[in-house]
């Protein structure tokens, strides 16, 4: 079963604007991290927060996580059309199964 | 520094046949791993590998085995393909306390 849940599946919105992507998860983790994947093509790494962070930046990436509520959010600001892709939350729970848990992913579409 | 290297790009199986999917790093990570991705879906995992002569199952190991000979390889066999198998498949690879590495995938058809 999946790990995180994203939120939500899909959003459209205009060039300039900023887009906020939800993921909840059900068990501890070492670390949460966000994938961004373009059409037909393999997942980049974006951006990695570990359970003892709250915030972290990465030029137009903002990512927050609240491990009390095993949630986290991206913000990517000032969109651009080349950000139209699907973004995807996957957990590392540090312990055990050494791999990530992937949620369902969101499909961002930005139109020009 | 070629990163993450899958072989094929593309392959399409009969039902019944076994093939062998390639994955190389060339990054030394100790971790390694195979997803596989359906329509509309995330990542499932379905084997993984901490390091050399390690390896195990994740959430959907059933008709796949691996093995990891070597820190840079890790080979996906299916064993008698089904048109279940039918999906994108994903290798991975990242160093203790980083990012995954993903390769570019291989799609596979069983007919």
């Known amino acids: 079963s999946q790990q995180g849940e994203e939120d939500p599946q899909a959003l459209s919105i205009q060039e300039g604007e900023n887009a906020t992507m939800n993921c909840s998860y059900k068990?501890?983790?070492?670390?949460l991290q966000w994938y961004r994947q373009n059409s037909g093509r393999g997942l980049v790494h974006l951006i990695l927060?570990?359970?003892?962070?709250r915030e972290k930046h990465s030029g137009r990436l903002r990512v927050t996580l609240d491990t009390s509520k095993k949630s986290s959010s991206l913000l990517i600001t000032a969109s651009r059309a080349a950000d139209t892709a699907s973004y995807f939350c996957?957990?590392?729970?540090?312990?055990?199964?050494?791999?990530?848990?992937f949620g369902s992913g969101t499909r961002l579409q930005v139109q020009p | 520094n070629a990163g993450v290297t899958q072989t094929p790009k593309f392959q399409v199986l009969k039902t019944g046949q076994s093939m062998t999917l390639q994955c190389a790093q060339d990054?030394?990570?100790?971790?390694m791993s195979w997803y596989r991705q359906d329509p509309g879906m995330g990542l499932r995992l379905i084997h993984y590998?901490?390091?050399?002569?390690?390896?195990d199952q994740g959430e959907v190991p059933n008709g796949y085995n691996v093995s990891r000979s070597t820190t840079e390889d890790f080979p996906l066999r299916l064993l008698s393909a089904a048109p279940s198998q039918t999906s994108v498949y994903f290798c991975?690879?990242?160093?203790?306390?980083?990012?995954?590495?993903f390769g570019s995938g291989t799609r596979l058809t069983v007919v």
């Open positions: 991975a690879s990242k160093a203790q306390g980083g990012g995954y590495t």
């Open positions: 068990t501890s983790i070492n670390n």
């Open positions: 927060i570990r359970s003892n962070e």
């Open positions: 996957a957990t590392d729970a540090g312990t055990g199964r050494r791999a990530l848990t």
């Open positions: 990054m030394n990570h100790e971790y």
């Open positions: 590998s901490v390091g050399a002569g390690i390896t």
